[in-house]
Each structure stands twice: as structure tokens, then as C-alpha cells.
């Protein structure tokens, strides 16, 4: 069972602090062990099991907190977005969660281009609110999506850019901060005579303590700090260094990792936004020749030399989303690149460097004809859309290394050391070296321009021999770095994995000073402690997420995971894919993930699914937690989007993992009647279709709405899809010219029982195309065919096989002879493509899969081939397109757009949107109506309400097209339908050319 591994405070009982945390605190006080372990890890391998957790709604409830949690003797953890990779977050004691209420501007100074904030603000949310006034934080890390800048400020966080914006230390200018004992002290521009400065006793008597520090050890200080600029280790005590007049004690607090004080808010300086650059991407044959060309490129001022090795280059061909990029600005097979970025004013001078670029690289001896060592040149970009394609490949640099679904990992502890440019190349060269001594090797990437590169080696840190081998590199890596009078620690921060090397990096004195700080602004050691000072070996293992007793018990799992190492067939490899980088918790962008859009709590997001999970299957949470109610509500929200499947950086698929709770609970505990209701619909269709009127007498009447709500959970305010007895239900099996090329339409459940309008409107596109179109009868002569998808998303996995199996027996003989099967709802047809081959893996079932399109994806297809023969007229001026989430997790949401654009005059505009919150059945549960709603106001609803009367909505989700009737009364409809409304308007329209009324799309 879960327990506190940290300094045994977790042993004592929590119940009378987390009553009276309750009492006093409004925000979520969690201390149940499902949501403690959620708050047990960050990106970093470690795990530390806190007592509780606090979300405070305001900063005094995060004052209130701290003075709760001290009366009680706790250690209290800060916590951001959770992306440190040291270790930083983790701790025994109270966490409290400053993202997910405390994240406002609170003011904007326009003119002199300062802003104050919150410190859970996340650096894009920031950004996005700045850019209206031309401004924008400079200090962009790879996580700005989820990065907040308390944590920002945590760890001294440094952006690529940082050769011209400098670290987070150069761009804060003030902040606000309680001390353990709950001293509110404003930490800013302080002068070195205090005797005008307006604060308290105990701050003047603090501030005069620490520049006497600065003052005495100034000699230690300039001989022990090393001259980089990626130098974010231990304190900063140079920033207490007589120079000036004043001294910006903000900097001390800067990079202190929680340890010192809980930031209230943070004075930024903020900077004109970027509105011209090009970037130049240098190729080289040889590694070694790249990192040396290095120190010389930055002599050009570009803001940026970001680096991009082979290795990267070639797992990123392996991605479809880099592909085309690469393709695009890769020339040759080099061995690294050097991407050079500059962004001068005017776009004339950025040209201008971009010249002066390729004749410094041909100065250095590079040319595209020069044999391997001396290989190489240059690429220009400047086409926005291509920089920033390849901007996102270069952020993705890690994220591509951790897609690896081998057990060894490439793991951060010498990630970010920086040298001297002048010994770049000679330390790059020997770190390989001391991989390849002791067995394993890492890729390298990222900021060249500062010394400072990512490498992970790659290690399975379950093993104790890797766990040495772990120490060793670290220790030769940290030595080779002080020789070259480096930083340990250039980006990332201390956490657990550097501070014990402090000492060997800084020597005592300087050790003894942390020690002091530390002991002037928290003698209690109540805040984050065990990080910068006094900390536990890196190699603890009892600290490790996965301890020396780390086991997976017997799993037995329903679907197929053969692709991941381990228990349950592969289900943990799976599971522990999950690196904690915490890309799912960004806020706009993509689709992933709605649920936590929507709520904001660590439990929904797909980290903290993962997170659970891992913990459930290895016993962590109890027994039997796989199937617990606790699991349950962690898998509540979930609304199955397949977003994080695709969006997710190593590519966990929460929505396939759900199936597997599902079904480990229904074995466990039987079935609900909602999942039955929604799991069997297929089977009892007809029956309801037959009693049309009976069966929609629900709708009507409050009194059986409200009933249903109570016996089966299906919320009061929804009207269920109508029934109708006219479903879709043709006497034929074969429609279209004898001659025409043939396509298998799959008429799915809900369009054939609900809107068969759909079904016929596709069924006379494609015959007006001229194709030969089988709507098959099942193979054994039974109920219509069904992709099983109701009964995966109740966790029916048997009866999904059952129904599947049938339609592969049916479907077998089409796909053998290569005819496409085309369906309309977007998670009917994607089954095909995707749980299909989880459940079945024959030959068989595979060529089916090939087969699967969407309606429009075949269409599209075919007008590329020069195929598509349809007289289309014009229908609207405007369609408004909203994106199913299935449809873009599978790279399948472009068709509609393409689809639509072959209709004349036709304005296709997108909706930036995330799931639309209603997914399936996810939006008429009682306990889920309500995300459901708000999952769809953050942008679909009020898009839609935005758009003219005229234009037209188009949604190929089923659950889409409800959610929109629901929340804005338009009715959205398929694109089958704009089809057949087109084909409608060419044929009633007399203007038309013969060109447009007989048009081939190609
Ligand atoms: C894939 C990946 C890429 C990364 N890329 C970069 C990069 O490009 N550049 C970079 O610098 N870092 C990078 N990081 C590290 C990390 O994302 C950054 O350090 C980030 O700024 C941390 O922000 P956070 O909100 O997640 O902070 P957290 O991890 O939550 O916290 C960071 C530290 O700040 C402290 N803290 C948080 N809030 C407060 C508060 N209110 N008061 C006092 N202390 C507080 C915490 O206790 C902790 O010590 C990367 C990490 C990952 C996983
Ligand atoms: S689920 Fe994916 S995106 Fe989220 S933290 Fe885990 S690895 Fe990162
Ligand atoms: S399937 Fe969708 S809702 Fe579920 S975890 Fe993934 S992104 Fe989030």
C-alpha cells in the first residue's frame, strides 16, 4: 500500500491536519492515496509520496496552508506544472498546487513593458494574453505549454533563446514571497544601504544578512562560479556580489527550487515580440566538426544555435508528423545539424545574415561537394509555416528520444551540463565516450549557442547494475565538466539528481554558504527540503519510481499490447510509457486533453491517469485497484477522444487503457445499467426502432426523465437521440453501374437507427460518382452488422470481438479483392483501424484495417487519383468544420476540409476546437452533463453561436452534431449531406457551366 518514502513524517496520521485543512482551506484538500500518489512523481525517475495535497483558490488559502502544515510539523512542497526533471516537486509533507487557481495577470504595464502575475500562470497562457499588445516573456522553454512561471522561477528556467533574453534570473524583477514563518517580503532592486529601504524588521534584518554574505564571500564567489551563462545551480550568490549601488535580491529566490520561500507573485520583464526571422540550417558530415563550428556561428548574434543530431534526425523521419519537414530542410545524410536562427527587425538584415552564414561555413571549410569531415552548408528558411514546423521538431527533441517502447529509457542526470563553447567539441567527444565505456550511448540535442546540450543515455533504472553505471557517468561527466570549468547544472535545476554533486562542483565554502542561506530564510527546514542542501544520494533507489521492489502482480488483460515490454502482455510497458513531461496539460492547441481543459485537477489529465494506473498495477493503491471505485472516478472524465494516442509525446493511449479498466471492473463488480443501455444499443435497436413512439416517450415526459436519471444515471437534461421506425434499411445489397469501380459502405448503428439521411445522402453520392456500392448483408444472415464500439466503450470486450468477427466474416471477401470499405461516423469506422487489430491480429483482420476509410478520406483519395466524377453546385458561401477527435487522432480530419473545398464558392473555415464534451455517452451521464458542457463551451459552442445563420455547420460525429443541436439549436450536419445538397444545386442550377455540373476532381 502506498506510503511516504521520504523522511518517515508520512508515517504519522494525517487526519486531524487534513480535518482542519478542510475546515480552513476551500480548495481541494486531497490526502486519499489514489490522489497523494498522483502528486508522487514529476518528470524526473524519482517518487515521493506526499502526506496530502493543497489547491488553494487564492494565495492567502496557500498561506493559510503553509501555516497549517508547519503547525503540524510538515515539510510543505510548491508545485507548478510538475515538469522538473530533477526531482524538484517531489517530497514527503504537503504539496500545494499553485496551477490550477492561481493564474492571473494581475497587472500589465504596456509602455514600460513589465507585467506582475500569479505564480501558477503558464508561460503560453501568459504569452497569449500578451501578444494583443505586442509583447511576449521571452524565456520559452520546450515545456511553455504547461510550464508555469513560479516554477519557472523555481528552477531559473532558460528558453532557446537564451543567448539574446537571457535566463529567467535576467527577466524577473521583482517577486513577492512569505518565508516559512509566513513574513510576507517584497524581494526586488535593493540597495546596499538599507537604511532607507521601507520593509519589516525581520526583512531588513534578512536582506542586511544576505548582502553581508555577498560582501564576504565576493573572492569565493568569482573563483567557484563558473563563467557560463547556463549556470543554474545551487543559489545564487553572485547575485548578492557587491557591483552596484543595489543588488535585486529576486535573484537569490530565482533558481532556490521552493526551498527558500513560496512565491505570492512575480514582476516580469517582458519583451516586443518577434515579428521577423529566418533560420539557417547548417549541415555537417561529422559531429565533432559541428559542435566545433559552434563557438564561431555565435559570433554572426544570431539569438539562437540549436543542434539536432543524427539520431534525432532519423527517429523523426520515422514520425509522420516530422516527416515532411525533414524532407524540406534536410539535405543529404549529415551527421548533425546546427540549426541558426536570427531575428533582427527588419527581415532585409535577417537575408543579409543568412549570407553571411553560408560564407562563414564556407570559410570554416564546409561545402556540399567536400569529402564526409569537411561535408556540409547551409539551408535557408524562411517561410514562417517551415520554421515553425521545424522549431516544434527541435522541441520535440526529447519527446522524440522517449517514444522508445524498449524497457531501457534515456534518462535525464547529465542532461544539461554546459562547457565553453571552445570545448564543445572536445566534451561531446569524451562523454561518448564515457557512455560507450560504460555501455550505452545517448543522443544529444538542443542549445549548442550556450555550451549547453541535452544528452540521455539510455538505462533501465530497474536495474541495480544500471543504477551504477547511472553514478558512474555522472560522476566521471560532473569531473570532466569542472575541468573545463563548466556547470553541472545548466537548465534544468538541482532537484535530487544534482545537489549532492554541489559540493564537488562549488567546494565546501561555498556548500557552507548555501547552508547559510538556507538556514537564514528557513531554520525550520520546513520548505522543500533535501533539495540544493542537505540532500539524499542521487542513487537512492527507495526514492526511485521504481524502488528495488517495484513488481507488477499477475495481470490478465482483454486487448492486445505486444508492442510494450512486460506484465498483462505488454499493458505495464504500455502504462510506464508515461515520462510525466506533462505535454497533455497544455490549454489550447490540439485536442488533448478535454477533460482536464475542462476541470484543471491532476486526476483528470492523462499524466495523472497514467500515474494511477501504474501505481494500481503495481500494487501501490491496495488490492484490487485496478477495478476500484477510485480508479473509476480517475477514469470518469475521460471521454475516450483518442487524443493523447496521437498528441501524447510517447503516444499513452488513455482510451484504450479505459477499455482495460472497463473490463477488469465489470469482471469484478458486473455492469451498471447505463453501460448496459449504452453497451448493447446495436443489439436492441431494431426493437426500439419498431416501438418508435414508445420508446422516445422518455424525452417528452420530466417525470421519466427524471426517473431514468435515477435508475440508470442519464441525465434529466438531455433529450436522447429519437427513434424512428423508417430506419435505414435497404431492400438491395448492390447499387450503382454494373461497371463501376466497387466500395463496401459500412452503415454504422447510429446512422442507420438515427439519421439515416446520412447513409442515403453518401449512398447517392457515390452512386452519382459512378461507383458500384455493396451494403453487404451480414455473412451469418443475422442482426445488421456493427463495428462493437458501444460495447468497448462499456468495457463489453467479448461482445466486441463477437461483433467484429462478423463483420470481418462479412467484409473478408471485399477487402481480399482490394474494395474499399467506407464508413461515416468517424468512431465506427476508426474501430476498424484501430481496436480491430488489438483484438485480432490474423491477416485477415489486418486486410480489412488497410481497407477502413472514412467517406470523405476515400472521396479525397479518389479526386487525387483523377477518379472523382460529380457534378457538385454551389450550397452556402460558409461551412464552419468541427473535427471529431477520432478523426484527428488518426490524421483523418483534413479530407472533410478537402472534401468540402471541391464545392464551388464554398468558404471552409475550421473550428479550433477540442471534443466537443459530448463523446459518445459521456454527455448524457448525470455525473459527467456538466463537463460535458463545459468541455464544449470552451470553444465549439461559442463558435458556432459566432458564426452567420447562412453558413452552414458541419460535424461528422454523431455525439458532435447532438452536442452542437443541444447547446446552440443548430442543426450541424454530416458532410455526406453538403454533398448530395451540392449535387442538388448543380442539377437545379441553370447558370452553372457543363465544366462545373461535370466536374472530375482531381
Ligand atoms: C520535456 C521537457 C522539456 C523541458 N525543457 C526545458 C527547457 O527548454 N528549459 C528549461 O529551463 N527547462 C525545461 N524543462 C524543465 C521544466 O519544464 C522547467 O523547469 C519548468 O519551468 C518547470 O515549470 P513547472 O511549472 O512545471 O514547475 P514545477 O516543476 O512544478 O516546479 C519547479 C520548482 O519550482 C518550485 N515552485 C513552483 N511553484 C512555486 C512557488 N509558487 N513558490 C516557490 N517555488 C515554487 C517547485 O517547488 C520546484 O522546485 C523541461 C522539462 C521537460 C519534461
Ligand atoms: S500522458 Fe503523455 S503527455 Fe501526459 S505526461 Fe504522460 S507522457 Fe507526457
Ligand atoms: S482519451 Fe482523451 S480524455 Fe481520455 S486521457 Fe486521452 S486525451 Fe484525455
Given at each position: 500500500m502506498l506510503a511516504g518514502n521520504g523522511d518517515g513524517m508520512s508515517s504519522k496520521d494525517s487526519s486531524p491536519l487534513e480535518s482542519r485543512l478542510k475546515r480552513e482551506i476551500t480548495g481541494d484538500v486531497l490526502f486519499d492515496p489514489f490522489s497523494r500518489g498522483r502528486y508522487a512523481t514529476d518528470a524526473s525517475f524519482y517518487q515521493i509520496v506526499p502526506a496530502g495535497v493543497v489547491v488553494p483558490r487564492s494565495i492567502d488559502e496557500a498561506l493559510r496552508a503553509l501555516a497549517i502544515a508547519r503547525d503540524d510539523g510538515r515539510i510543505v512542497t510548491p508545485r507548478g506544472g510538475g515538469t522538473s526533471q530533477c526531482g524538484q516537486t517531489v517530497n514527503d509533507g504537503i504539496v500545494i498546487d499553485f496551477s490550477k487557481h492561481l493564474n492571473r495577470i494581475i497587472s500589465l504595464d504596456v509602455e514600460n513593458r513589465t507585467c506582475v502575475v500569479e505564480p501558477g500562470i503558464v508561460l503560453d497562457d501568459l504569452n497569449r494574453q500578451?501578444?494583443?499588445?505586442?509583447?511576449?516573456?521571452?524565456?520559452?522553454?520546450?515545456?511553455?505549454?504547461?510550464?508555469?512561471?513560479g516554477g519557472m522561477a523555481g528552477n531559473n528556467s532558460c528558453g532557446g533563446r537564451s543567448l539574446r533574453y537571457g535566463t529567467m534570473r535576467d527577466n524577473t524583477l521583482s517577486m513577492d514571497a512569505a518565508l516559512a514563518d509566513g513574513t510576507l517580503l517584497h524581494f526586488g532592486e535593493t540597495p546596499r544601504d538599507l537604511s532607507h529601504l521601507n520593509?519589516?524588521?525581520?526583512?531588513?534584518?534578512?536582506?542586511?544578512?544576505?548582502?553581508?554574505?555577498?560582501?564576504?564571500?565576493?573572492?569565493?564567489?568569482?573563483?567557484?562560479?563558473?563563467?557560463?551563462?547556463?549556470?543554474?545551480?545551487?543559489?545564487?550568490?553572485?547575485?548578492?556580489?557587491?557591483?552596484?549601488?543595489?543588488?535585486?535580491l529576486a535573484h537569490l529566490l530565482v533558481g532556490s527550487e521552493g526551498t527558500l520561500a513560496l512565491t505570492t507573485q512575480v514582476e516580469l520583464k517582458l519583451w516586443p515580440v518577434i515579428r521577423n526571422k529566418v533560420l539557417g540550417v547548417c549541415h555537417f558530415g561529422s559531429f565533432y566538426e559541428a559542435m566545433d563550428a559552434a563557438q564561431h556561428l555565435v559570433k554572426l548574434r544570431p539569438i539562437a544555435v540549436e543542434l539536432v543530431d543524427r539520431t534525432m534526425i532519423a527517429l523523426g523521419r520515422d514520425i509522420a508528423m516530422f516527416r515532411p519537414v525533414i524532407d524540406a530542410t534536410v539535405r543529404g545524410d549529415p551527421d548533425a545539424l546546427?540549426?541558426?536562427?536570427?531575428?533582427?527587425?527588419?527581415?532585409?538584415?535577417?537575408?543579409?545574415?543568412?549570407?553571411?552564414?553560408?560564407?562563414?561555413?564556407?570559410?570554416?571549410?564546409?561545402?556540399?561537394?567536400?569529402?564526409?569531415?569537411?561535408?556540409?552548408?547551409?539551408?535557408?528558411?524562411?517561410?514562417?509555416?517551415?520554421?515553425?514546423?521545424?522549431?516544434?521538431?527541435?522541441?520535440?527533441?526529447?519527446?522524440?528520444?522517449?517514444?522508445?517502447?524498449?524497457?531501457?529509457?534515456?534518462?535525464?542526470?547529465?542532461?544539461?551540463?554546459?562547457?565553453?563553447?571552445?570545448?564543445?567539441?572536445?566534451?561531446?567527444?569524451?562523454?561518448?565516450?564515457?557512455?560507450?565505456?560504460h555501455g550505452t550511448r545517448g543522443t544529444m540535442y538542443a542549445h549548442a549557442s550556450e555550451g549547453c546540450l541535452h544528452v540521455r543515455p539510455v538505462l533501465n533504472l530497474k536495474l541495480e547494475k544500471d543504477v551504477k553505471a547511472m553514478r558512474a557517468i555522472?560522476?566521471?561527466?560532473?569531473?570532466?565538466?569542472?575541468?573545463?570549468?563548466?556547470?553541472?547544472?545548466?537548465?534544468?535545476?538541482?532537484?535530487?539528481?544534482?545537489?549532492?554533486?554541489?559540493?564537488?562542483?562549488?567546494?565546501?565554502?561555498?556548500?557552507?554558504?548555501?547552508?547559510?542561506?538556507?538556514?537564514?530564510?528557513?531554520?525550520?527546514?520546513v520548505l522543500n527540503p533535501g533539495k540544493i542542501v542537505d540532500a539524499p544520494k542521487m542513487d537512492d533507489r527507495s526514492l526511485f519510481r521504481y524502488p528495488p521492489d517495484y513488481r507488477i502482480g499477475e495481470l490478465k488483460t482483454a486487448l492486445d499490447w505486444s508492442a510494450y515490454p512486460g506484465a498483462g502482455g505488454g499493458f505495464q510497458g504500455a502504462v510506464e510509457m508515461c515520462n510525466n513531461n506533462g505535454a497533455c496539460r497544455k490549454l489550447e492547441g490540439g485536442v488533448m486533453c478535454p477533460s482536464y481543459r475542462a476541470t484543471r485537477n491532476e486526476k483528470d489529465v492523462t499524466r495523472g491517469r497514467a500515474n494511477t494506473l501504474r501505481l494500481a498495477i503495481s500494487g501501490q493503491l491496495g488490492p484490487d485497484a485496478l477495478a476500484s471505485d477510485e480508479m473509476m472516478d480517475t477514469m470518469k472524465l475521460c471521454v475516450s477522444c483518442k487524443a493523447c494516442r496521437h498528441e501524447c509525446p510517447t503516444g499513452i493511449d488513455m482510451a484504450k487503457m479505459k477499455i482495460e479498466v472497463l473490463a477488469a471492473r465489470n469482471a469484478r463488480r458486473g455492469l451498471s445499467l447505463r453501460d448496459r443501455l449504452v453497451g448493447f444499443l446495436p443489439r436492441y435497436a431494431p426493437l426500439f426502432a419498431r416501438l418508435a413512439p414508445l420508446a422516445n416517450w422518455r424525452n417528452n415526459s420530466p417525470l421519466l426523465r427524471a426517473l431514468?436519471?435515477?435508475?440508470?444515471?442519464?441525465?434529466?437534461?438531455?433529450?436522447?437521440?429519437?427513434?424512428?421506425?423508417?430506419?435505414?434499411?435497404?431492400?438491395?445489397?448492390?447499387?450503382?453501374?454494373?461497371?463501376?469501380?466497387?466500395?463496401?459502405?459500412?452503415a454504422d448503428t447510429f446512422n442507420r437507427a438515427y439519421e439515416r439521411e446520412n447513409l442515403d445522402a453518401a449512398l447517392r453520392v457515390l452512386v452519382e460518382g459512378g461507383y458500384r456500392v455493396h451494403i453487404p448483408k451480414a455473412a451469418d444472415n443475422g442482426r445488421a452488422l456493427c463495428c462493437g464500439r458501444t460495447f468497448l466503450s462499456a468495457g463489453l470486450v467479448d461482445h466486441a470481438r463477437i461483433?467484429?468477427?462478423?463483420?470481418?466474416?462479412?467484409?473478408?471477401?471485399?477487402?481480399?479483392?482490394?474494395?474499399?470499405?467506407?464508413?461515416?461516423?468517424?468512431?465506427?469506422?476508426?474501430?476498424?483501424?484501430?481496436?480491430?487489430?488489438?483484438?485480432?491480429?490474423?491477416?485477415?483482420?489486418?486486410?480489412?484495417?488497410?481497407?477502413?476509410?472514412?467517406?470523405?478520406?476515400?472521396?479525397?483519395?479518389?479526386?487525387?487519383?483523377?477518379?472523382?466524377?460529380?457534378?457538385?453546385g454551389p450550397v452556402a458561401a460558409k461551412a464552419l468544420v468541427h473535427g471529431h477527435c477520432h478523426q484527428k487522432s488518426f490524421g483523418a480530419f483534413k479530407p472533410v476540409?478537402?472534401?468540402?473545398?471541391?464545392?464551388?464558392?464554398?468558404?471552409?473555415?475550421t473550428i479550433e476546437s477540442s471534443c466537443c464534451g459530448m463523446a459518445g455517452a459521456f454527455g448524457y451521464g448525470a455525473d459527467t452533463y456538466q463537463t460535458s458542457i463545459e468541455m464544449a463551451e470552451l470553444s465549439l459552442l461559442p463558435a458556432v453561436r459566432r458564426a452567420d445563420a447562412a453558413a452552414l455547420v458541419v460535424a461528422d460525429g454523431t455525439s458532435c452534431r447532438h452536442q452542437i443541436k443541444d447547446g446552440t439549436d443548430r442543426a450541424a450536419l454530416h458532410v455526406a449531406r453538403v454533398l448530395a445538397m451540392s449535387l442538388d444545386s448543380a442539377r437545379s442550377n441553370p447558370h452553372l457551366s457543363p465544366h462545373e455540373k461535370e466536374s472530375i476532381h482531381g
Open positions: 500578451l501578444k494583443r499588445h505586442g509583447l511576449w516573456f521571452p524565456v520559452d522553454v520546450s515545456t511553455a505549454s504547461r510550464a508555469t512561471i520593509s519589516s524588521d525581520s526583512g531588513l534584518a534578512l536582506f542586511r544578512d544576505m548582502l553581508a554574505l555577498g560582501a564576504r564571500e565576493a573572492a569565493e564567489i568569482a573563483d567557484k562560479f563558473p563563467k557560463v551563462q547556463r549556470r543554474v545551480g545551487g543559489y545564487n550568490l553572485d547575485a548578492l556580489v557587491p557591483r552596484n549601488a543595489a543588488n535585486n546546427l540549426i541558426v536562427e536570427f531575428a533582427e527587425e527588419d527581415q532585409s538584415d535577417n537575408l543579409q545574415k543568412l549570407k553571411q552564414l553560408s560564407e562563414l561555413m564556407s570559410d570554416l571549410g564546409f561545402g556540399w561537394n567536400n569529402p564526409p569531415r569537411k561535408w556540409g552548408g547551409v539551408v535557408d528558411v524562411v517561410e514562417p509555416a517551415t520554421q515553425t514546423a521545424i522549431s516544434d521538431f527541435r522541441t520535440s527533441g526529447l519527446n522524440v528520444m522517449m517514444s522508445m517502447k524498449q524497457e531501457g529509457k534515456p534518462v535525464s542526470f547529465v542532461e544539461d551540463c554546459a562547457v565553453p563553447l571552445p570545448h564543445l567539441a572536445d566534451y561531446t567527444e569524451r562523454l561518448n565516450g564515457i557512455f560507450a565505456k555522472a560522476e566521471e561527466t560532473f569531473a570532466m565538466v569542472r575541468e573545463y570549468k563548466g556547470s553541472h547544472s545548466g537548465e534544468h535545476g538541482d532537484g535530487i539528481v544534482r545537489s549532492e554533486f554541489h559540493e564537488t562542483m562549488f567546494g565546501p565554502r561555498i556548500i557552507a554558504d548555501f547552508k547559510e542561506v538556507k538556514q537564514r530564510f528557513d531554520p525550520g527546514h431514468f436519471e435515477r435508475v440508470a444515471g442519464i441525465s434529466a437534461k438531455r433529450a436522447l437521440p429519437e427513434w424512428r421506425r423508417d430506419v435505414f434499411k435497404p431492400d438491395m445489397e448492390v447499387f450503382g453501374p454494373a461497371d463501376g469501380s466497387e466500395v463496401v459502405l459500412f461483433e467484429l468477427d462478423r463483420l470481418v466474416a462479412t467484409y473478408a471477401p471485399f477487402a481480399a479483392r482490394g474494395v474499399p470499405i467506407v464508413g461515416l461516423e468517424p468512431s465506427c469506422l476508426l474501430t476498424l483501424r484501430d481496436e480491430l487489430l488489438s483484438l485480432r491480429s490474423d491477416a485477415t483482420a489486418k486486410n480489412i484495417s488497410a481497407h477502413a476509410l472514412l467517406f470523405e478520406e476515400f472521396l479525397v483519395r479518389e479526386a487525387a487519383a483523377g477518379r472523382l466524377r460529380l457534378p457538385l476540409e478537402q472534401v468540402l473545398r471541391l464545392i464551388p464558392d464554398l468558404n471552409v473555415e
